[in-house]
């Protein structure tokens, strides 16, 4: 939705509006039954006032294209002179409604829209920076990359086999010991998860988590039928499994290292305990690994090193290092899992991209990804100091937080639960756009999650006074 009224325009701004929504209707891209936005956010999206856009959808229902029932949402009318004109154009709204996929919360669409716009101070944003990503160092590669049917064809079910037999070779630093059989390449982290859903468990499974998690923000689970259930924190691993344990087909999921959205990293012991637990219970376990080559100091060993029967589904990836446009990440499991995943990859898109596979094995191989790897922690490194100096000036007296490990993250926790909808939706006003901790855990009210990897400095400095601004008077 990327339309706004022209205030130089001679035509008042709701007749403007009243024409933009007729021609959505028009031309079908608001078919029957389709519901706009709450007024408040598709207000602030078109920049005007609420009341001047009451005026636009009150004449909009008197000429009969709109419809509202009370204490619910605004929507294309039935009756409308658009139907009449297409008796057969399909309730897409019913359809849509009736999906299999659930739609994101309304936070997380709100996120995603305004990180697009240019004027927006994306202070959550969980990549990196223009600035930061390597275009010179991949358009480097290309050149030496020999461009042949191969490379601009299907890849293999489980992906280049000189690329898993690289990552085999890479996978060693973090401990583990592995083969290309073993590997499986899939477009990044999110669809190693998709695949685990739909191919590895079944409605009523339940998927255990950390009490904050990135997968709450998603529907990827729900979607198929698969449960969630947080972890509160500070839960001991044999108090857990003996949760897991009443459950039938459960699976565990943690980001040990360099966690979303909390920042925080296990210990070597802390790894070792949940999986032994996790392995006498025979409990399987997904590690997701996508930010331990960003551990700002000394790093341990995966979790996955310790697996020697199979309990452990590792996913890694270059989309957190290298660049979120290549879309390749790895899943390290059993055969008939790697199977499993590969066959259901093949129905889903048919391989990844050749061109990236080649890419991305040749940076492994060369080493320009090591090389990469240290140059980008120095500078990540150096805004996650920018990021503390700001928010001792700041939030001192006013909320808590943990010095950054690594990765993107810095984890605020206010002392009152101040972290609202309400405080997102006036800070969004003010071009400022943050992940509130309720997107990761919906009944938290005192965490936000900000990112030291995307904004400029003066960005950072600017979006956090914005920030202090609205919170300190709360």
């Not at 920049?47 to 005026?55: A, H, I, M, W």
């Not at 690994?289 to 199979?310: Q, R």
């Not at 950054?404 to 405080?423: A, C, D, H």
């Not at 006036?426 to 009210?445: E, F, R």
Request: glycine share 6%.
């Amino acid at each position: 939705m990327n339309w706004q009224p022209n205030r130089a325009s001679s035509i008042s701004i709701s007749k403007q509006i009243v024409q933009w929504m007729t021609d959505q209707i028009q031309q079908g891209e608001w078919t029957i039954g389709t519901k706009l936005p709450p007024q408040r956010k598709l207000a602030l999206l078109l920049g005007v006032n609420r009341s001047t856009l009451q005026e636009a959808i009150d004449e909009l229902k008197a000429d009969g294209l709109l419809a509202s029932r009370a204490g619910a949402a605004t929507y294309v009318a039935n009756d409308s002179w658009h139907v009449l004109m297409k008796q057969k154009e399909p309730d897409w709204q019913q359809y849509i409604e009736s999906s299999i996929h659930k739609a994101n919360y309304q936070t997380i669409q709100l996120i995603n829209e305004f990180e697009q716009k240019e004027s927006i101070i994306r202070l959550g944003t969980g990549e990196l920076s223009p600035s930061l990503l390597p275009a010179d160092g991949i358009q480097e590669s290309l050149q030496h990359l020999a461009l042949d049917g191969k490379m601009i064809g299907y890849s293999s079910p489980q992906g280049s086999f000189s690329l898993r037999q690289a990552i085999c070779h890479y996978v060693k630093k973090r401990g583990i010991d592995t083969s290309p059989e073993n590997i499986c390449i899939v477009s990044g982290g999110l669809q190693a998860l998709q695949l685990i859903a739909l191919g590895l468990l079944k409605p009523g499974s339940v998927v255990f988590q950390h009490q904050f998690s990135y997968l709450n923000s998603l529907h990827l689970f729900q979607s198929f039928g698969v449960n969630l259930s947080n972890i509160p924190e500070n839960t001991e691993p044999e108090e857990l499994i003996k949760q897991i344990s009443r459950k039938k087909q459960s699976i565990l999921y943690t980001v040990p290292t360099l966690h979303n959205p909390t920042g925080a990293t296990m210990t070597f012991e802390e790894k070792e305990r949940l999986y032994h637990a996790c392995e006498t219970a025979q409990i399987p376990l997904i590690e997701d690994d996508v930010y331990a080559d960003l551990v700002f100091g000394k790093t341990t060993p995966a979790m996955k090193s310790m697996d020697k029967s199979g309990q452990i589904i590792y996913i890694g990836s270059v989309s957190k290092t290298v660049s979120p446009g290549l879309r390749i990440g790895w899943v390290i499991a059993s055969t008939p899992v790697i199977q499993r995943l590969a066959d259901i990859k093949m129905q889903i898109d048919y391989g990844s991209s050749a061109i990236s596979q080649r890419i991305v094995d040749y940076w492994l191989r060369s080493g320009m990804y090591e090389k990469h790897i240290e140059q980008l922690k120095h500078e990540l490194k150096s805004r996650a100091a920018l990021m503390e100096e700001l928010l001792k000036m700041y939030f001192w007296h006013t909320a808590t937080w943990a010095p950054s490990q690594g990765g993107f993250y810095s984890w605020l926790k206010f002392n009152k639960p101040i972290v609202t909808t309400e405080l997102f939706m006036k800070l969004l006003k003010k071009n400022v756009l943050i992940n509130p901790g309720y997107i990761y855990w919906p009944n938290d009210a005192y965490h936000i999650r900000l990112s030291f990897s995307y904004c400029s400095e003066a960005d950072l400095r600017k979006g956090l006074n914005i920030l202090a601004g609205e919170v300190n008077g709360l």
